[in-house]
């Protein structure tokens, strides 16, 4: 049976030690203010915001509320970006996607102003993970490297197939992970035989969006496997992307949905918006 890797636990841990990070700034008379502009009403996202909103009282951080109607225009919403950009108050700014369709996202993210942009989605944060240089990192997969650290995985060295090549989740993955000195491959829609590339991998890392699709045909027995999918099965209950029950008999180790992957991408933006200060 494989090792449960406990996201719910080791975020919790990164959080407190964000909360450690932010009371010293305190004391320098200093406040992290994190603005989370929400566009609409998408219930997925109201969750989503609610739960940043939480992470940021538990840490410690000030969060700004913009909220704005789901018809905005594309000219409305730059504004409140180019305003939050120039405000000195905020530390980072956070556009929760997806965006209502007149919207156009990724414009909206270049208008974000690099220094602020605690998402790690900006093409200037891009480039500096892919240049090795210091910058904010997309939060699922440095969630992802966390767990996978604090959780003594060695990396270095090893096979690691990440299934997803989205710009927020399988892409980023792939850089941190060549970081960490693994041999990566990265899978997608299009890989011929996903099932025997998947079984070269020790590290096996999966962000495609399909309730349960991956089972243990996949898995090469002792793998390490780490689940970034949220989904819903036909019962409407929460799961991620890998058959939890069937693969974690084979599995040294695995992820479970939920408190795998979910609570550590909240606690890496949370650590994001401290860097904010410093970077
Ligand atoms: P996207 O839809 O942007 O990307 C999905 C990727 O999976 C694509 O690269 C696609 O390939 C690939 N893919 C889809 N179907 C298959 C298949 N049958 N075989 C192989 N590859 C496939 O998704 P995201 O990366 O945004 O999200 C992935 C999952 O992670 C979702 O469940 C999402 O909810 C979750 N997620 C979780 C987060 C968290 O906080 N834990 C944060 C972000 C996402 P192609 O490029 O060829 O189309």
Do not use: W
């Not at 932010?22 to 008379?29: H, Q």
């Not at 999966?206 to 019962?235: L, S």
């Amino acid at each position: 049976m494989a090792k449960l890797i406990n996201g719910k636990e080791i975020s919790e841990q990164v959080k407190q030690e964000t909360r450690v990070r932010t009371d010293a700034l305190k004391e320098k008379g200093i406040t992290v203010t994190l603005a989370v502009v929400q566009v609409g009403q998408d219930p997925a996202s109201c969750v989503y915001v609610r739960n940043k909103k939480r992470a940021c009282e538990a840490c410690g951080i000030v969060s700004r509320s913009v909220e704005l109607p789901e018809e905005t225009t594309m000219d409305e919403l730059m504004k409140v970006v180019r305003e939050l950009n120039a405000d000195p108050s905020v530390n980072g700014i956070l556009v929760q996607l997806p965006l209502p369709p007149q919207l156009d996202e990724s414009a909206v993210i270049r208008a974000i102003d690099p220094e602020k942009d605690v998402d790690g989605f900006h093409p200037e944060s891009v480039g500096k993970l892919s240049l090795g240089l210091p910058g904010f990192e997309s939060c699922t997969p440095a969630g992802v490297i966390q767990l996978l650290r604090r959780s003594g995985v060695e990396c270095e060295g090893k096979e690691c197939v990440i299934v997803g090549r989205s710009n927020i989740v399988g892409k980023p993955m792939g850089m941190m992970m060549l970081r960490e000195n693994a041999t990566v491959t990265i899978a997608h829609s299009r890989t011929r035989n996903l099932k025997e590339v998947c079984r070269r991998a020790d590290i096996l890392i999966i962000a495609i969006g399909k309730a349960r699709f991956i089972t243990e045909e996949y898995i090469k027995p002792g793998a390490v496997v780490i689940d970034c999918g949220i989904n819903r099965d036909e019962n409407g209950k929460l799961c991620g992307d890998t058959d939890f029950d069937r693969v974690s008999e084979i599995a040294g180790a695995i992820t479970p949905v939920p408190g795998g992957v979910g609570p550590m991408t909240v606690a890496m933006l949370m650590k994001n918006c401290v860097d904010s200060v410093q970077i």
